[in-house]
């Protein structure tokens, strides 16, 4: 089995800058594309980045030119670099991966992350 565990989130101004961590255990090297969605009050979950095993990266439309998806596969462990931050980033952050083989996707247990004056 594979387990997710988040880190990073918190309380920032607008246009300030955070980093989040997904740290992955288990049966690693089953996993490939790596990522987070995020949930905000009200709204659907979207798909904020993700990272195949190869390194081509994915951006929502909203986010790109502010956050950068990253991986260390030697430390299995994926960020999110978000700069620029604005109150609509403000969302719950779900990190997950999916498994190769099977098409299992496992999931983090979710960082808060608030962006207001």
């Known amino acids: 089995q594979v387990q997710l565990v988040e880190s990073g989130g918190g309380l920032v101004q607008p246009g300030e800058s955070l980093r989040l961590s997904c740290a992955a255990s288990?049966?690693?090297?089953?996993?490939?594309?790596m990522g987070w969605y995020r949930q905000a009050p009200g709204n659907q979950r979207e798909l904020v980045a993700s990272i195949t095993s190869g390194g081509t990266t994915n951006y929502a439309d909203s986010v790109k030119g502010r956050f950068t998806i990253s991986r260390d596969n030697f430390k299995n462990t994926v960020y999110l670099q978000m700069n620029s931050l604005k109150p609509e980033d403000t969302a719950v952050y779900y990190c997950?991966?999916?498994?190769?083989?099977?098409?299992?996707?496992?999931w983090g247990q979710g960082t808060q992350v608030t962006v207001s004056s």
């Open positions: 997950f991966g999916r498994n190769g083989w099977s098409g299992t996707n496992y």
């Open positions: 288990g049966s690693t090297s089953s996993i490939g594309t």
